[in-house]
């Protein structure tokens, strides 16, 4: 129990007021005993002499009851002091503040709960042997793990294995020198625009896009500008012809599009980037799962100019939960994301670290990766299979052959039609996100975005048919009017 | 092992470019063995024949070496590239980037590895007790934690914790609903900058100040104001008469002074601060720790006007390794620190959010508080006794009756002897810490900053004496000139 006196007064006063205090906002606990007159002067550092009248008082006032024997206790009904009113708001009180208060609510956040199937993206494929393995890896590492942080920079046995990862898996040459540990994509695209962006200058992004990169550009001030993507990826000829500081893109497996950037394309950022002088921040989120044949290269990979910045997360090849992810930075830009890492939150958690570097090590990341893979493959085939019996004609499929998601779009339904068949399906347990969200303007035509990384195939199968029942009702509806 | 094509020319030269590439740069080892032509033409998605000519162009131009019965191996010695000169540097890409290069080194984060006994503030107390209590509830929370992180604002039962811990043992009214949990002191320092103060807006700090902060504030482009601290804390008089946006401050234990602002001077804070309409940033980074008598009053517990921030850590109370701190903020600002939080990392790590919430609701967290206070207590008796007898009259020790660490001014000393005296120690294996890296400008008086906290009684016995010996003979060097 904690007592503070504020100094006001005779101390007898301020003691009252402090036990009144406690116990009006509950710290001191309706009926419980309080601590005997001598603990508490002692605690206080007054004579005890002052503390017996300032119970007295108490007593006197109705907060407390005095029985002899038991001490003193807090009344059963101590005299209430009216609530306070809820302060009036403030103005947003920087620019990046009012930025922030007018961005909208980040869809892939809102999840609702109880939901017997979630098709949402976003959902994590958590498989009883990845749980399993990382518990054991955390386990091993807090018992491994010293009492000091990791440098800022990261831990030197995960940047190698990170280092050596890549070199053989993602064709990126890289040694531990050149990795930067993050908690994750978001902050390492935090990271990236202080160092990069000013107020003012421009940041392309993809379009449809990833809403948290969309928000944290805007929120740090930068100018965002959509570019579109087609089949081979962004439309690198529709960027902005000068001016561009900074393109943020996900060629492997773009977000939400699920288009693969192609060969040709990537040369041409890259050119772009290396004539304009603009940077490219590349999200390889998901380039570790593609199914059908090899990964393409890596940007960072093709570039001789040293201009593109590598990110990489655990959080979706292994669990959401594990907030660790990477940055391969370009040599003259390295010391200063360290440094803005450091003065923004001095390092990552030495234990997940750890951790982490012990799956890679053991093999048991790869091996983790090659199981994720197969899995992901039959459930994006289920998915497939079940659009196809359940929904036929109704739907028209996205495919990009890789990740956790894709986007099914519904030529014949109107948004209307969507919102019903939204709401419809959640209120029969399945959960289902509109693609709308991850567009600046929305599509003429009303689709979803499905990730299947969450569900295993006999409940992709129930949920596919849920969806099929949900859609022939809503479709049913519409075409027989009240 | 991953090879990119590249796409240019016929597919057997991109093979061959990619084994040369691959071996050149090591990712496939000098003597290892290549994969079979039919595993690799299957993984690059090209014939088998054009795999094997590959190969045998590689054996000719002497990259590999292929031996009947145990295929094809890379050469022992092949052909070496020039090594890529290192690239030229870039200058800074953006005002942070520029504030953060002219920074000085943060001199705390510097450590030398192999001292015996190391006197300087930032080692923690590590005892096998916390260490031991610290692995278990972590393992705990390992097992119990599911696959989904935290919500931004930090887990639930972590919040509860910490707000219940608040109201018993520092005065602090507030639910879970005012913490935001985060990744300790700096993040919470650098989120406040982003949604309080622009660039070109004047903080207050204490003068001698805490580097992170300082260094935090000036790169996000503040206006950073020192303001000096007296035997009550900073002079608040001495504030600037307006324009002030934010003042960061040690009250309980300042930082390095060991000061305690004074009730009559915390009482004029909070009122120039709702009276100019700045904001308060109250740092209670070792609050807990308090010898002699109570701790004072938090800033936040006498506010009225809702223009305090206050913020805590894990850090400084547990362990370093851990990385966890929260900030209780006025109602009004709580969304924006939220999504700040989510759109600068998203999220803290759910594992160990749940294992600090089992400490504290466990009790373990508080009698671990109770213990490490005690033993603090002796360490710093410990050291006060030590400079006593074997520094005597050279120094003079500012005691501040709580925390981890002192200053020892050593007022008949030069900087020159201060220097010598700090690199003999270091070569006798005593880490030494200049204290005149926490002020703007150097004090007349030389000193030191010493910690007290990682050191056990008998190590601060030894490492007095031997401060001792070496003041003998820096000062004796200096008066016995050569």
């Known amino acids: 129990m904690f007592l503070a006196l504020d100094g006001v007064g005779d101390l007898q006063a301020q003691v009252l007021r402090a036990l009144k205090q406690g116990i009006q906002d509950g710290r001191l606990a309706v009926g419980s005993r309080l601590p005997s007159t001598r603990d508490l002067a002692t605690r206080l550092g007054v004579s005890r002499n002052t503390v017996i009248a300032a119970y007295e008082s108490l007593c006197a006032e109705q907060f407390a009851v005095a029985k002899s024997g038991s001490g003193t206790r807090v009344a059963a009904s101590p005299p209430r002091q009216q609530a306070a009113p809820a302060p009036p708001p403030v103005q947003a ?80 040459r890289c040694t531990a020198a050149d990795v930067i540990i993050v908690n994750g994509t978001q902050q390492a695209i935090a990271l990236a625009a202080r160092i990069l962006v000013d107020e003012g200058e421009t940041v392309v992004l993809e379009e449809p896009h990833y809403q948290l990169a969309t928000q944290a550009f805007t929120a740090h001030g930068a100018v965002v500008r959509h570019v579109p993507v087609d089949d081979e990826g962004i439309v690198v000829e529709a960027m902005p012809g000068k001016g561009v500081k900074l393109a943020y893109v996900t060629p492997s497996h773009q977000f939400p599009s699920g288009r693969v950037m192609s060969l040709p394309r990537r040369a041409a950022m890259l050119e772009r980037a290396a004539t304009q002088g603009f940077w490219i921040l590349e999200d390889d989120y998901d380039g570790e799962f593609k199914f059908d044949g090899r990964p393409p290269s890596a940007l960072h990979s093709l570039d001789e100019s040293g201009r593109v910045l590598y990110i990489g997360t655990f959080t979706k090849t292994l669990l959401p939960s594990i907030r660790l992810g990477y940055i391969i930075a370009p040599e003259p830009l390295r010391r200063d994301l360290v440094k803005a890492k450091m003065l923004a939150d001095m390092r990552c958690s030495a234990v997940e670290q750890a951790a982490v570097a012990r799956l890679i090590s053991t093999g048991a990341y790869v091996r983790h990766l090659k199981r994720a893979t197969l899995e992901l493959k039959k459930r994006r085939r289920a998915l497939l299979a079940g659009l196809q019996a359940h929904c036929g004609a109704l739907v028209q499929i996205d495919d990009s052959g890789g990740g956790m998601h894709l986007i099914c779009w519904m030529p014949q339904l109107s948004y209307v039609h969507l919102n019903a068949l939204i709401a419809l399906a959640t209120s029969r347990g399945l959960g289902l996100h509109a693609v709308e969200h991850h567009f600046t303007k929305q599509p003429r035509c009303p689709g979803l975005l499905m990730g299947f990384a969450a569900l295993s195939v006999p409940q992709i199968n129930a949920a596919t048919a849920m969806l099929g029942e949900c859609l022939a009702d809503v479709v049913g509806d519409a075409s027989s009017p009240p």
Chains 1, 2 share one sequence.
């Open 93 to 172: 009180q920087s620019r990046y503040a009012g930025r922030v208060r007018s961005l909208p609510p980040v869809t892939l956040e809102k999840r609702e709960e109880g939901l017997r199937w979630n098709l949402q993206y976003g959902e994590p494929m958590v498989d009883v042997a990845i749980f399993t393995i990382w518990r054991r890896a955390l386990i091993h590492a807090a018992q491994h793990t010293g009492a000091h942080g990791a440098p800022a920079q990261g831990l030197m046995e995960l940047r190698q294995q990170i280092a050596d990862h890549l070199g053989k898996y993602r064709g990126i």
